[in-house]
């Protein structure tokens, strides 16, 4: 691939949610302080919204990757999940030995018991729910009860939701109104604006390794942005394919050709402007090597 052509470790521009790549900028650095805040806090939920591909499972593992060692962390990345099926989930995330025959009331006793053990020890429980825009209703309200769990002084456990704002719908119904009210923090994730994508970009090919000359000029920049309209997810699978085409054609920069043929290759996003970018020629399509044209993703799910 593109790697050694271009100096670099690693892909720059992975869809993965790799903690080393997270870009401390804007709304992405305003939630994670919050979030930090709102736990240090020590009650209620937390919510944490935005777009699909704005960065919120990213930001859940920054968020694990640095808490203290005296935060006992639960992570659900399925939501998918009933009443007693979220119990037990929590239940395996607290390392808690139950026969899975066991009834909801002698679980719900174990993640009590534990609950008050590792509060006795001066350890915080926080528990994570990705995509949590699918858990249903029922599982909604199981999780609500689940908070009222606690002392004389404390909660046993805090939530964090990350959701869709499909989230915000849902919370918004009367019948979640109670779940709604204990949510003490909420923070939306936005897309990356024109002044930060630039540094978006520059901090991942550094992470990646790469130490030369700046890849994308100014108008790949700000074309890259008015496609992919500041999702990191788009911007990240847009940026692979225009390194994979400058592999292909040899080229030590990014160009707004480059960027054409990437976004031609690349479902669901919005097209170039009729004017005011060049036409790329069948010359240039051609120079792109069969290995790469072969290793280009798709935008996806």
């Known amino acids: ?22 870009y401390n900028y804007g709304s992405y650095q305003d939630a994670l302080n919050v979030l930090l805040v ?8 937390i919510k944490i919204s935005g777009e699909v591909g704005t960065g919120k499972t990213l930001l859940c593992r920054k968020a694990l990757s640095i808490l203290d060692n005296d935060v006992v962390t639960a992570w659900l990345p399925n939501p998918c999940l009933t009443p007693a099926g979220l119990h037990m989930a929590l239940a395996d995330e607290l390392d808690i030995k139950y026969a899975r025959n066991m009834g909801q009331h002698r679980i719900l006793t ?17 528990l994570f729910l990705d995509e949590a825009q699918a858990l249903p209703d029922n599982s909604m309200e199981a999780l609500r009860l689940l908070t009222n769990l606690e002392t004389e002084k404390s909660k046993l456990l805090q939530v964090v939701l990350f959701g869709q704002p499909e989230l915000n719908e849902r919370l918004a119904q009367n019948g979640l109104r109670q779940l709604r009210q204990r949510i003490t923090f909420s923070q939306e994730l936005e897309t990356i604006d024109i002044n ?19 890849l994308f000029n100014r108008d790949t920049v700000e074309g890259l942005h008015y496609i992919s309209q500041g999702v990191p997810r788009v911007i990240n699978v847009l ?36 004017s005011g970018f ?9 120079a792109m090597s069969a290995a790469a044209a072969a290793a280009a993703i798709s935008l996806g799910a």
């Open 1 to 22: 691939m593109y790697l050694e052509h271009f100096g670099m470790q690693e892909m720059p521009f992975a869809i993965t949610p790799d903690t080393s790549y997270f």
């Open 278 to 286: 060049a036409r790329m020629g069948t010359a240039v399509v051609s």
């Open 239 to 274: 940026s692979h394919k225009m390194l994979m085409v400058a592999y292909g054609q040899g080229a030590s920069n990014i160009t707004l050709q480059h960027l054409q043929l990437a976004a031609e290759d690349t479902d669901g996003v919005m097209p170039l402007p009729a």
């Open 38 to 45: 709102a736990l240090r806090s020590g009650e209620g939920f």
């Open 110 to 126: 174990l993640i009590n018991n534990r609950l008050i053990e590792l509060n006795a020890e001066g350890r915080q429980v926080v």
């Open 196 to 214: 930060g994508i630039e540094g978006y970009l520059a901090h991942r090919l550094l992470v990646a390794g790469y130490h030369g000359k700046p």
